[in-house]
């Protein structure tokens, strides 16, 4: 397989700059400048080396054979282009993490609902200083007192209850 030329980046910069942060950009502006500056130095070579005039070293170097010898092991000299080995492995990864990003959007999108369902709720009630203990009581009983069946002390926090655990971070019964 021979080695094809970069004449152009394959990254798309203006859609990756779409999704730049701003407090990046700069950052973003910097990478954008190296790379071009790395294809910049890339193109200023030639593609091809540039031949040698064997005849010239010939007539030049007085040992007999010895350019000939360079020459054949000049011609002999093959540098194979490393075989692409990691590609498959970046494209299974990137269908894993496609994957992994589906299912949390599907997942954001479910939470997302549910937050739309209680922020629906709390929009419906009373605003919050024109509630009374009942009201609050109603709306939210698992956070309301109850004297009844769930008695609390003054000041009624979870950490000045009997039996609270501060590993579980709540007192019994709650």
Do not use: C
Not at 25 to 50: I, M, T
């Amino acid at each position: 397989m021979a080695a094809k030329r970069v004449t152009t980046s394959a990254i798309n910069w203006l859609a990756l700059s779409e999704r730049v942060p701003p407090h990046q950009r700069a950052q973003f502006q910097n990478f954008k400048a190296r790379s071009d500056g790395y294809l910049r130095s890339v193109l200023a070579n030639p593609e091809k080396l540039p031949e040698i005039d064997w005849t010239f070293y010939k007539s030049r170097v007085p040992v007999a054979g010895m350019v000939d010898n360079f020459q054949k092991q000049y011609a002999a000299l093959n540098i194979p282009y490393p075989p692409d080995t990691v590609s498959p492995q970046v494209d299974s990864l990137e269908k894993e993490i496609k994957s992994d990003i589906e299912k949390f959007k599907k997942e954001s999108n479910v939470r997302i609902a549910d937050y739309k369902k209680q922020l629906a709720h709390i929009a419906s009630l009373l605003p919050y200083d024109q509630m009374t203990m009942e009201d609050f009581r109603d709306a939210f009983p698992e956070q309301a007192l109850d004297p009844i069946n769930r008695p609390t002390f003054w000041p009624h926090d979870p950490e000045e209850q009997i039996g609270y655990n501060p590993e579980q971070g709540q007192a019994p019964g709650h």
